[in-house]
C-alpha cells in the first residue's frame, strides 16, 4: 500500500512539473502574425501650463505584422473620440508613450477616458484615469524607455531636457505614387545621457546566473533573438537619434537610408537601440538629417519623425497626400 502511495504521488508531481513546464513554453511562443494588440494606458502627466494629458502606447504582440487599424468602431478612444490622434498603424511589440490626449476639463479621480481597439478578432481595452498612482515625470520616462534602472536617479539625469526637433518645410504636403520626396530635419540635444557603449559594458561582465540560464535555453529553444527579456524594464542606447517611422497610413514605404527601428527590437544584429551590440550613431554634419521617402500605393499617411535621446523623445508628424 504504501508503495502504491509513493507512486501515485510520484506520478502527480512528474503531472504538475510537465503542466508547468508546458505553461512555461506557450508562454515563451512568439508570432510574426495573426495575434492581437493591446492598447496600453502608460499614465498621466502635467504640463507647465497646468494642462493634465493621458498618456498611451500598446503590445503588438507579432514580430512582423503591423496591422493599419483605421480610427472607427475598431480604434476608437471615448468620450470626445473617436478621434483623439492616436496610431493607426501598428509597429511590431511594445512601443511606449507613443501619444498622448488632454485631460477633459471636468476630469476627476472617478471619470475614465477609453481607448478600444480591435485586432486580429481580438478587442482589448485601456482605461485611463487621474489616480495619483499613475502620475508620470521625466524621470519614470526614462526608466522606462531603458536609459536608467528601475528605481536609478542623479542629479545629471534629472536635470535632462527632451532633443529640440525642427523640421524643414511643411507639415502637410502631397507627392505622386513611385516619386522620391526629400526630408530634413534639424535635431540638437543637452548631452544627457552621453552616449554609452552598453554592449561593451554588458560583454565585460562576467557571464553570471542569468547568461547561463539564457544559453541554457538557447541550446534548448533554439535562436535566443526571440528569447523574452530577463530585466525587470527595457535596456537601451542612450545618446541624440533621429528616425522616422510610419504612424498612420497602410501600403509600402521605403526610407533611404533605413531608419533605426524604435520599437523594442532586442534581437542581435538588428538596427535598434534595444539590440546588443548597437551603438548611437555620430550626428551629421550641421544636425541635419536627411531622408527619401517613396510611397508606393496611394492615400493619406502620417510619418512621424523622432529625436530620442534614449530617456526622452521629441517627435513631429508630417501628413502625405499620395496621389497615383
Not at 485586432?119 to 519614470?140: K, S
Not at 527619401?292 to 523623445?313: K, M, N, W
Request: glycine residues 8%.
Amino acid at each position: 500500500m504504501r508503495t502504491s502511495r509513493r507512486l501515485i504521488g510520484w506520478i502527480l508531481s512528474v503531472a504538475v512539473i510537465l503542466v508547468a513546464a508546458g505553461v512555461t513554453s506557450a508562454q515563451r511562443l512568439s508570432y510574426s502574425s495573426g495575434q492581437s494588440v493591446s492598447p496600453g494606458y502608460e499614465g498621466w502627466e502635467e504640463a507647465e501650463d497646468g494642462q493634465r494629458y493621458f498618456l498611451f502606447g500598446y503590445m503588438n504582440r507579432n514580430w512582423d505584422e503591423e496591422p493599419e487599424i483605421p480610427v472607427g468602431p475598431d480604434n476608437r478612444i471615448t468620450p470626445n473620440g473617436p478621434d483623439q490622434g492616436q496610431p493607426t498603424h501598428f509597429l511590431p511589440r511594445r512601443n511606449r508613450f507613443v501619444f498622448r490626449v488632454p485631460v477633459p476639463a471636468d476630469f476627476d479621480e472617478d471619470d475614465e477616458l477609453v481607448w478600444t481597439l480591435s485586432v486580429n478578432g481580438v478587442t482589448e481595452r485601456a482605461y485611463a484615469t487621474l489616480r495619483p498612482d499613475y502620475f508620470v515625470d521625466d524621470i519614470i520616462k526614462a526608466s522606462e524607455h531603458g536609459a536608467i534602472g528601475a528605481g536609478t536617479t542623479d542629479p545629471v539625469i534629472r536635470a535632462n531636457v527632451a532633443p529640440t526637433l525642427t523640421l524643414d518645410g511643411a507639415t502637410s504636403r502631397t507627392v505622386r505614387v513611385g516619386e522620391p520626396l526629400r526630408l530634413v530635419v534639424s535635431a540638437s540635444d543637452d548631452g544627457v545621457p552621453e552616449p554609452r557603449r552598453r554592449a561593451a559594458q554588458e560583454r565585460s561582465r562576467a557571464r553570471d546566473a542569468n547568461d547561463q540560464r539564457r544559453e541554457g535555453e538557447q541550446r534548448r529553444f533554439g535562436d535566443r533573438r526571440w528569447l523574452p527579456h530577463s530585466r525587470v524594464t527595457v535596456s537601451s542606447e542612450t545618446g541624440l537619434r533621429v528616425s522616422w517611422l510610419v504612424y498612420r497610413g497602410a501600403g509600402s514605404i521605403k526610407f533611404d537610408p533605413p531608419q533605426i527601428t524604435e520599437w523594442e527590437d532586442s534581437r542581435e544584429g538588428a538596427n535598434s537601440p534595444h539590440a546588443p551590440g548597437w551603438h548611437t550613431p555620430t550626428p551629421p554634419p550641421k544636425n541635419k538629417w536627411l531622408v527619401q521617402v517613396t510611397f508606393s500605393t496611394p492615400g493619406t499617411y502620417v510619418l512621424r519623425c523622432q529625436a530620442h535621446d534614449g530617456a526622452l523623445p521629441t517627435v513631429q508628424d508630417v501628413t502625405f497626400v499620395v496621389a497615383p
